[in-house]
C-alpha cells in the first residue's frame, strides 16, 4: 500500500491571506495546480482552491479587491506522512474536497489531489498491488 509520503506534492504552492484572488489564481495556474495553501505568520492559516476562486466569480465578486482570507477555508483537514492512500481518498469523499494538506507535526509538507491518489491507485492496480 502506498502512503501520502510517496504520492504528496512536496512542492507547495503559497499565498498569503491578504492576496487578491486574481494573484492566488496566478499563482496557482503559473504551477498548473488547483490549490494554494494560504501562509500568514509562518503557519497554514488555511486553503484556497480554484473551486473557491469560481465560487466567488459566481457570486459576482471582483477578483483585483476580494482577498484569498475572504474565500479560503480555515478549516483545513489534513493527512499525516503515513496514512495510507485509502484513508486519504475516504476523507477527501467523506468531506467533500479535492485536496489534502499533508502534515507532519504542525509543519505542512505536502498536498495531495483526488486525481494524484486516483493515479496512484491506478499505477497500483497495474503493477498487481492491492490499493486496499
Known sequence: MKL?????????????????????????????VGAAVVIDNESVAGIITERDILHALAAGKDVDEA?????????????APGWDILRAV?????????????MEMDDPVGIVSLRDLMDAMAEMIQEGSDPS
Open 4 to 32: 501520502l509520503r510517496d504520492v504528496a506534492i512536496r512542492h507547495l504552492v503559497t499565498v498569503a491571506p491578504q492576496s487578491s484572488l486574481r494573484r492566488a489564481s496566478k499563482v496557482m495556474t503559473d504551477r498548473d
Open 67 to 79: 482577498r484569498v482570507e475572504q474565500e479560503m477555508t480555515a478549516d483545513v483537514v489534513s493527512g
Open 90 to 102: 475516504n476523507t477527501m469523499t467523506e468531506g467533500g474536497f479535492r485536496h489534502l494538506l499533508v
